[in-house]
């Protein structure tokens, strides 16, 4: 069966540090996302991608990053990890139509200390 | 202004009750909306998507009202397994981008 898949699912790290989440899925879809999830605030839109080499910045971009250089795998990279980026990361993925059930992996709770 | 609100709740309701959640959006010309299931501490999950004429799955009911610019989610008969939260979803006509309500509790009570 396709499936998305997020790694790893907890992570704790250091102010400071670069810190890279996983994100492949299987479904061969074209569009990407990573979101974050805070409280009061909701899935907010970091990065996405409509394909390979398209990257696209969302509603809370500064201080992530994407590449995409396969169909299958999105990660997400904090260059300098903050503590205001303590929260749990979700990657989804969509066919193309923009009018499609977003398919969300299980999700990264990342801390940073 | 937010693109989709929703009332947070927390809604406890008994069960067998019915139960409505309405969501409102900013852009008139948004094109498609859901409702999404998001369960503690796991992945949002897609219940069913809004269309114009409004659509039914088993005990769940979906509205959309463009004039007024919000949708709604109905549930009949409530069973303990409906608690979750429900996360309002639209998608202006721009891109695939989808906007997400903050979500609004259920928690269905014996």
């Known amino acids: 069966d396709a499936e998305i898949t997020q790694s790893p699912r907890h992570k704790i790290t250091e102010t400071g540090r670069q810190v890279t989440l996983a994100c492949h899925q299987t479904?061969?879809?074209?569009?990407m996302f990573w979101y974050r999830q805070d409280l009061g605030h909701g899935l907010r839109l970091i990065h996405y991608?409509?394909?390979?080499?398209?990257?696209n910045k969302g509603e809370v971009s500064d201080g992530y990053s994407v590449s995409r250089s396969n169909t299958e795998d999105l990660p997400l990279t904090l260059e300098s990890a903050a503590s205001s980026q303590t929260s749990v990361y979700f990657c989804a993925s969509s066919a193309p139509g923009g009018q499609d059930e977003q398919f969300f992996g299980p999700g990264t709770r990342l801390t940073v200390l | 202004r937010k693109e989709v609100e929703q009332d947070p709740g927390p809604f406890n309701v008994p069960e067998g009750a019915t139960v409505a959640f309405n969501c409102t959006y900013s852009?008139?010309?948004?094109?498609?909306f859901f409702w999404y299931r998001q369960d503690c501490r796991k992945e949002p999950k897609l219940l069913m998507s809004?269309?114009?004429s409004g659509n039914e799955d088993g005990r769940f009911t979906a509205q959309l009202n463009r004039a007024s610019q919000y949708i709604s989610l109905l549930i009949r008969d409530s069973k303990l397994s409906d608690s979750a939260t429900y996360l309002c979803?639209?998608?202006?006509?721009?891109?695939?981008?989808?906007?997400f309500g903050t979500g609004t509790s259920l928690t269905v009570i014996p």
């Open positions: 979803v639209v998608n202006p006509i721009t891109g695939n981008q989808f906007y």
């Open positions: 852009n008139s010309a948004s094109q498609s």
């Open positions: 479904w061969n879809h074209n569009n």
């Open positions: 809004v269309y114009s």
């Open positions: 991608s409509y394909g390979v080499q398209d990257t």
